[in-house]
């Protein structure tokens, strides 16, 4: 059977009435406004700094190649604490022998003790010579010779008693031996080779490459902070001893170099270590967890606690770290801002405070 126009009119309207009659509005129905249970905290005062971090490798401020000074037979020493062969690891004094190298032929053309002998004859002659000339028996040139003479020989004879020292292979310098090439003792061994490299790591430098927005902030004779990974419980100070002013136009960073003691040792030649170099501090202003700052197209916003009310509010924020940020506007001291709960929370929410 088809309907007309009118016919579906009257029947659209009594099919709406029965529905009405099945399912009335609940005028009695309570508009029900569940409280967020949040966690508060008291906007304070406080201080903030903000740090530029980066990487490097520490290199040991002292670090020589031991190497013989002529040829000959290598007589290798014990280490004079241990009375054994030195070892990798072994801490060295400076002035130790560490080795000896034998050539009879080199020490015999020395001729240390004729250069003690001219030098013994050279000063009677000088001394003869002045003695003559204050009677007015020789001139000033022939005493001048005399003394030229003396001078020679003392200058021959200390280049004789250098060349006796050079079979003696010497530790220069106090530090840890982190090479010993493998040579066989009693060998013959030549001129400039490398018996052993040893390193002074108790004084320490990292070569560091800086952001280009912190070159005014940074200055030579700062204090750095410096961590290892594997060490991250021991924090040692440092200084920024050197700048560059030279901007690397590829990586837009400039080069620092950052000295430190290292008296315990922890830190090893070649270790990657982390810098944390403060650009900026501010204290007494307004901080906050940083956490708890969202940030959409509405700008940056918290929530503020008033009679168990969540208010919506727009802050102006400064400077800013890993944790905290500077609050410039928005908020005021003592105010109740939601620091835990607020991710779900609108504009005059119903709270509950955490306890």
Not at 80 to 97: E, H, I, M, Y
Not at 340 to 345: A, D, M, Q, V, Y
Request: glycine share 6%; net charge positive; with cysteine.
């Amino acid at each position: 059977m088809k309907y007309s126009k009118p016919h579906k009119l009257i029947a659209l309207f009594f099919l709406g009435a029965l529905i009405w009659s099945c399912n009335p509005p609940d005028e009695e129905s309570p508009n029900i406004d569940i409280a967020a249970p949040v966690s508060v905290a008291e906007v304070q005062t406080g201080s903030i700094a903000k740090y530029t971090t980066s990487t490097g490798n520490a290199m040991a401020e002292k670090v020589i190649e031991l190497n013989t000074q002529i040829a000959g037979i290598y007589r290798p020493q014990k280490h004079p604490k241990r009375k054994r062969p030195f070892q990798l690891g072994d801490r060295v004094s400076a002035g130790q022998l560490f080795a000896t190298v034998e050539d009879q032929e080199f020490v015999n053309n020395i001729g240390l003790e004729s250069a003690k002998l001219n030098l013994e004859l050279a000063k009677q002659e000088y001394e003869k010579q002045k003695s003559v000339y204050d009677k007015g028996g020789v001139t000033l040139r022939e005493l001048r010779n005399a003394e030229l003479q003396m001078t020679n020989a003392q200058k021959d004879l200390r280049n004789a008693e250098l060349q006796v020292e050079k079979p003696k292979v010497l530790v220069p310098v106090s530090g840890v031996l982190t090479e010993l090439p493998a040579h066989t003792p009693d060998s013959r061994i030549e001129q400039g080779q490398k018996l052993a490299t040893i390193m002074d790591y108790s004084n320490m430098f990292i070569d560091v490459s800086l952001p280009e927005n912190t070159m005014m902030d940074i200055k030579t004779g700062q204090k750095v902070q410096i961590t290892n990974y594997s060490l991250p419980n021991d924090t040692l100070v440092g200084t920024i001893s050197e700048l560059s002013p030279a901007i690397d136009v590829q990586t837009r960073t400039y080069l620092a170099k950052v000295r430190f003691r290292n008296p315990k040792l922890l830190i090893r030649p070649g270790m990657f270590v982390k810098t944390l170099i403060k650009i900026n501090q501010k204290n007494n202003i307004i901080v906050i967890p940083k956490e708890v700052v969202i940030s959409d197209q509405k700008g940056k916003r918290v929530f503020v606690v008033q009679e168990n009310t969540a208010f919506e509010r727009l802050i102006e924020t400064g400077l800013e770290n890993e944790e905290l940020v500077e609050v410039i506007g928005g908020l005021e001291e003592n105010e109740r801002l939601v620091v835990k709960g607020f991710e779900t929370l609108r504009n005059k929410s119903k709270v509950k405070v955490l306890r």
